[in-house]
C-alpha cells in the first residue's frame, strides 16, 4: 500500500518568514494529494490539494508543489502569521482505491510573533 | 464545515465493554470513512464504505468492525473495547464520482478506555 514520509515533524518559524513541509509517497499510482490544517482541539480542515495532472498550486499565501518523478510535493507558506500555528497533515490518494488517504504523520508549525 | 456529526463526543469507558461510535452525514455522499488520530501518528484509516452495505477494511482495522445500512449514517463498533483502543477518532466523507475526491472530517470523539 501506499506510504507517505512527512518532514519536519515540528517548525518554528519568526511572523513574515516562510514556512515549508516537505511529503514523499511511493506509489505511483497516487494522483491526489490534499493538504490539512488541523489546530489543538478541533478537526483537520483542507486548505489546499494539488491532483497529479499540475506541478503547481497557489491559494494566497499558500502554495503546493508537485514532483510525480520523484514522488514528492511540498507545502509552501509565506508571510507566515501566528493563526498559521496548527498541525499540518499531508496525504496521498491512490487511483482506483476508492479515494482512500494515506496520511503524513504531520508537521507542527508555530509562527512566533 | 460539511453537514458531518458524531455522536457521542467524549466517552469513557472500561475495558472488556462494547462501544459504538456514529457518524451521520447531511450531504447524502457516497463515501465514509473512519479514521483514529494518535499523537505520533498521524490519521490512520480504519475502515471504510463506498455505498449502503459495502465496507472495507484499513490499515488498522483489527478490533473493530463497522456497518452502514443507510447512506447518512456510518457506525464504528469496538466489540471489546482495550486500553490501546482510547484515541481520537474522526469520521470523514467524500463524494462519488470524478478522479479526484475531496474528504471532509466530522468533530471526532474523544474515546479513552480504563
Known amino acids: 500500500g501506499e506510504n507517505v514520509e512527512q518532514h519536519p515533524s515540528t517548525l518554528s518559524v519568526q511572523e513574515g518568514d516562510s514556512a515549508v513541509i516537505k511529503c514523499t509517497y511511493s506509489?505511483?499510482?497516487?494522483?491526489?494529494f490534499p493538504w490539512y490544517k488541523q489546530e489543538l482541539g478541533k478537526r483537520p480542515q483542507l486548505i489546499i490539494d494539488?491532483?497529479?495532472?499540475?506541478g503547481e498550486k497557489k491559494d494566497q499565501r499558500i502554495a503546493v508543489t508537485l514532483n510525480k518523478t520523484a514522488k514528492h510535493f511540498s507545502l509552501h507558506i509565506t508571510e507566515t502569521q501566528p493563526e498559521d500555528s496548527a498541525v499540518y497533515f499531508c496525504?496521498?490518494?491512490?487511483?482506483?482505491?476508492?479515494?482512500?488517504?494515506?496520511f503524513g504523520k504531520g508537521t507542527l508549525l508555530t509562527v512566533n510573533p | 464545515d460539511a453537514g458531518i456529526t458524531q455522536s457521542p463526543r467524549h466517552k469513557v469507558t472500561e475495558t472488556g465493554t462494547p462501544v459504538t461510535l456514529r457518524c451521520h452525514q447531511t450531504?447524502?455522499?457516497?463515501?465514509m470513512y473512519w479514521y483514529r488520530q494518535d499523537p505520533g501518528h498521524g490519521l490512520r484509516l480504519i475502515h471504510y464504505?463506498?455505498?449502503?452495505?459495502?465496507?472495507d477494511k484499513g490499515e488498522v482495522s483489527d478490533g473493530y468492525s463497522v456497518s452502514r445500512s443507510k447512506t447518512e449514517d456510518f457506525l464504528l463498533t469496538l466489540e471489546s473495547a482495550t486500553s490501546s483502543q482510547t484515541s481520537v477518532y474522526f469520521c470523514?466523507?467524500?463524494?462519488?464520482?470524478?478522479?479526484?475526491?475531496?474528504?471532509?472530517f466530522g468533530p471526532g470523539t474523544r474515546l479513552t478506555v480504563l
Open positions: 470523514a466523507i467524500s463524494e462519488s464520482g470524478g478522479p479526484y475526491n475531496e474528504q471532509f
Open positions: 506509489d505511483s499510482a497516487s494522483n491526489y
Open positions: 494539488i491532483r497529479s495532472n499540475v
Open positions: 496525504a496521498a490518494s491512490p487511483w482506483g482505491s476508492n479515494y482512500k488517504l494515506t
Open positions: 450531504e447524502n455522499h457516497r463515501y
Open positions: 464504505s463506498y455505498g449502503v452495505k459495502d465496507t
